[in-house]
């Protein structure tokens, strides 16, 4: 087992999903992807974890709270928009380009953050009724994601994302396949770079 690998591992004790059968499907450096099924659904649930040497969660939550932004750095998002603030919940708008003749999704979420003095969570779920839909786009129904970051007593964070969503429609086999495996791998990596500028 790479060195990497065995302190992703080690790092992650205390985030393991106990129910969750996971299934490492792909790595790159020190990221690694998984995958596992969801009983009922058809599309799988991905997780991607690092640990980057050194960083503040207030960067994380830095990053994750500037919404314009997130159609810069997350995967195939053409327009992200903040419709609402709530305390610390935002409701967002989300528009990804998918490849012809895959019609473009339009994803509206709720994000909510939790943080502590070594921890930061930011909880999103899809709110699709939250306002009138676009005939443009696929609305997705159903979207789950975690963001984790936990500060270790090294000065070390590791970094946990969780994603778990169904797109709607017909959806080509080897997109559905990139989107558990690859997307997860490409924003996790963009995350990383964010870590490191700010």
């Known amino acids: 087992m790479k060195k990497s690998h065995l302190l992703l591992l080690v790092s992650a004790v205390g985030f393991s999903f106990m129910n969750d059968a996971w299934k490492e499907v792909k790595s790159e450096g020190e990221i690694i992807v998984y995958n596992t099924q969801v009983t009922g659904f058809k599309f799988k649930k991905s997780k991607a974890e690092t640990i980057i040497k050194s960083g503040y969660l207030a960067k994380a939550e830095s990053i994750?709270?500037?919404?314009?932004?997130?159609?810069?750095?997350?995967?195939?998002?053409?327009?992200?928009?903040?419709?609402?603030?709530?305390?610390?919940?935002?409701?967002?708008?989300?528009?990804?380009?998918?490849?012809?003749?895959?019609?473009?999704?339009?994803?509206?979420?709720?994000?909510?953050?939790?943080?502590?003095?070594?921890?930061?969570?930011?909880?999103?779920?899809?709110?699709?009724?939250?306002?009138?839909?676009?005939?443009?786009?696929?609305?997705?129904?159903?979207?789950?994601?975690?963001?984790?970051?936990?500060?270790?007593?090294?000065?070390?964070?590791?970094?946990?994302?969780?994603?778990?969503?169904?797109?709607?429609?017909n959806i080509p086999v080897w997109l559905s396949t990139t989107a558990v495996e690859d997307i997860p791998l490409e924003t996790m990596q963009e995350m990383v770079k964010l870590m490191n500028r700010y």
Not at 64 to 69: P, W
Not at 103 to 119: A, G, H, P, V, Y
Request: neutral net charge.
């Open 64 to 169: 994750l709270k500037d919404v314009e932004n997130y159609k810069n750095w997350m995967y195939n998002c053409s327009s992200s928009k903040l419709l609402k603030t709530e305390g610390e919940k935002l409701f967002i708008q989300l528009i990804f380009d998918a490849p012809w003749p895959v019609t473009d999704r339009e994803l509206i979420i709720e994000s909510s953050f939790k943080s502590s003095d070594n921890q930061l969570e930011v909880i999103s779920k899809a709110i699709p009724n939250y306002i009138p839909s676009n005939e443009d786009y696929v609305r997705i129904e159903l979207s789950n994601g975690l963001w984790q970051f936990n500060l270790k007593k090294n000065g070390n964070i590791f970094i946990r994302n969780t994603n778990h969503s169904n797109p709607g429609g």
